[in-house]
């Protein structure tokens, strides 16, 4: 108890220092996504990294020894979060060591958070500190963007599970945009899931993008379901402005750097170009920003919407 108060402590200090290092122009990492590959079991409507990996010249896969590199790398330019992306994470395997070795890896070198994005048709590594999982719709609307039988897959999974930082992740394209409500539904009655994060389709692929418009649309109907107390984890401020378009004036690209298979670095997202930041539909980037300035009620909310979820 007195130890673990000790880390919260620890950490708070250094995520208060790092706020006062911004502000006076010291822009250090603080998260380190590593894409630890671009392979997947599956093919989804809204994801276009199938579509481009022919283009994409060796290696698909991050070597460990790569891995643990940046990952020292990362810490002492400053970061103390390490997310691992994909490509599907759980599927990530260099000889007989599997995702497990590089959570606990990232353990070893300090990281206070570690988690990793996947869409839990595999194992569950528990040893991670937070776990994000997709969840696009109900069944029939999950299936149709992912796989016939991936949401049940998914829903067998998260009954094996205990751990208790599990949040669902949405991306709303044309697809599922009716089915925001009963998305954030079934997540808040699933024991497993903690939360859920919503995000808009960044393009490509265009023709399931979303319009302005729509995007308005959806935003009303998410921030009337926050007023019912859904646990729905995008701040307010966040969540407003999902809806404007040209970002990326304002993306903060140096606060999370992305580390390819290759082991180069991609600073803000892999996705980065003209037409994917101009639509860009990620909340992650939008409450960043927000940090990033100080601003006080998204800093509060994101802070008492984890506080609740995560145990
Ligand atoms: C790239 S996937 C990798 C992890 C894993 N394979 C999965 O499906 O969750 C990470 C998240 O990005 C989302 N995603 C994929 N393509 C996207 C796009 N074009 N715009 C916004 N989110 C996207 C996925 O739905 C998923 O929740």
């Not at 579509?51 to 991050?62: A, F, G, Q, R, V």
């Not at 599922?176 to 998305?183: A, G, K, L, P, V």
């Not at 401020?237 to 809806?243: H, R």
Request: charged share 25%.
């Amino acid at each position: 108890m007195k130890n673990s108060n000790l880390k919260k402590n620890s950490e708070l200090l250094y995520y208060s220092f790092w706020f006062i290092q911004n502000v006076f122009g010291i822009k250090k990492p603080l998260i380190n996504t590593m894409v630890i590959l671009y392979d997947c079991n599956l093919n989804c409507k809204h994801c276009n990294i199938a579509d481009k990996l022919k283009n994409i010249p060796e290696p698909h896969t991050m070597s460990y020894a790569t891995a643990k590199g940046k990952m020292i790398e990362m810490y002492k330019k400053g970061a103390r979060v390490c997310y691992f992306e994909g490509g599907e994470t759980t599927l990530w395997k260099d000889k007989d060591r599997d995702l497990s070795n590089l959570i606990n890896l990232a353990k070893e070198i300090g990281y206070f958070t570690i988690g990793y994005t996947t869409n839990g048709t595999n194992v569950i590594f528990e040893q991670s500190d937070v776990i994000s999982v997709s969840l696009d719709g109900p069944e029939d609307i999950h299936d149709k963007i992912r796989t016939k039988g991936v949401f049940n897959t998914l829903m067998n999974n998260l009954k094996k599970t205990n751990h208790k930082n599990i949040f669902a992740n949405m991306t709303i394209s044309k697809i599922n945009i009716d089915y925001i409500e009963e998305t954030v539904k079934i997540a808040s009655e699933n024991k497993a899931i903690a939360g859920i994060m919503l995000n808009f389709i960044t393009p490509p692929p265009d023709d399931i993008a979303l319009t302005k418009e729509e995007k308005i649309i959806a935003i009303k109907k998410i921030k009337e379901l926050k007023k019912k107390s859904y646990p729905i984890l995008n701040s307010s401020k966040a969540l407003e402005n999902l809806k404007n378009e040209n970002w990326q004036k304002k993306c903060p690209f140096w606060m999370s750097a992305f580390v390819l298979p290759d082991g180069s670095e991609v600073g803000g997202c892999p996705m980065k170009s003209d037409v994917s930041c101009r639509n860009c539909g990620f909340d992650a980037p939008r409450e960043y920003y927000f940090i990033s300035k100080g601003f006080l009620p998204t800093i509060f909310e994101l802070t008492k919407r984890f506080a609740l979820s995560m145990k």
